[in-house]
C-alpha cells in the first residue's frame, strides 16, 4: 500500500523560511519521480516543483530561486526547503508520485504565510 505523509506545515511570517516534508512508504522511492503540488484557496492545484531518480529538477516560474526541493533515498523522504516567503505561496502543499500507472498523493500540509 503506497502512503506519502507530509509534514512540516506552519503559521509564518513573510520572508522566513519553512520545510515540509514527505516520507513515502510502498514504492521504490528511489527510483520515482516526486513532486509537490500546492492548493489555495478558491484555486486550482498547482505543480510547485518536481524531482525525478537521477535528481534533476522542475520548478514552477512564481518559486524559482526560492524554493529547493530535494530527496533523500535512504530515508524514503522528500524535501521542500521555502526561503523568502510570500502570502501568495499560502496552499495547502501536496506530495505526489505515481507508481505502477497511478497517482498518489499525501493528506497534504497547510503553510500558511502572513503580511
Known amino acids: 500500500q503506497v502512503q506519502l505523509v507530509e509534514s512540516g506545515g506552519g503559521l509564518v511570517q513573510a520572508g522566513d523560511s519553512l520545510r515540509v516534508s514527505c516520507e513515502a512508504a510502498?514504492?521504490?522511492?528511489?527510483?520515482?519521480?516526486m513532486a509537490w503540488y500546492r492548493q489555495a484557496p478558491g484555486k486550482q492545484r498547482e505543480l510547485v516543483a518536481d524531482?525525478?531518480?537521477?535528481?534533476?529538477?522542475y520548478y514552477t516560474a512564481s518559486v524559482r530561486g526560492r524554493f529547493t526541493i530535494s530527496r533523500d533515498n535512504a530515508k524514503n523522504t522528500l524535501y521542500l526547503q521555502m526561503n523568502s516567503l510570500k502570502p501568495e505561496d499560502t496552499a495547502v502543499y501536496y506530495c505526489?508520485?505515481?507508481?505502477?500507472?497511478?497517482?498518489?498523493w499525501g493528506q497534504g500540509t497547510q503553510v500558511t504565510v502572513s503580511s
Open positions: 524531482i525525478n531518480s537521477g535528481g534533476h529538477t
Open positions: 510502498g514504492i521504490i522511492f528511489s527510483i520515482n519521480t
Open positions: 505526489h508520485t505515481d507508481a505502477g500507472g497511478y497517482p498518489y
